[in-house]
């Protein structure tokens, strides 16, 4: 029983470790330039990526077949690209989605 308490234990607080790591990469755009990003990403009209078999979330990697493009926004360092219905904030680095634009 002891073993399988430590088991479990362990196995939480590595759960709780990766939500942390989410957690802090989640981007918070402050109100005035999610405006700003939701109008320029509207206004490129860009043609929707379909990802067969890639779920949609934050932490989300997308392969490397998707063209990511540069935000002109000041102190925005994501970029975008519009999967489905939806505008997705990519860090260049990683390829993770960061934020989901509705």
Known sequence: MKRYLVGAVATLALMAGIGASFAG???????????????????Q????????????????????????????VPDVRYKYTVVGDHAVLVDPDTRRVVQIIE
């Not at 779920?55 to 998707?66: C, I, K, M, Q, Y």
């Open 45 to 72: 009209k860009l043609a929707s990526v379909s990802l067969l078999g890639v779920e949609l979330n934050v932490g989300s990697a997308l392969p490397d077949t998707v063209e990511l493009h540069t935000i002109d």
């Open 25 to 43: 990469d989640v981007v918070i755009l402050k109100p005035e330039q999610q405006t700003v990003v939701r109008e320029y990403i509207h206004k």
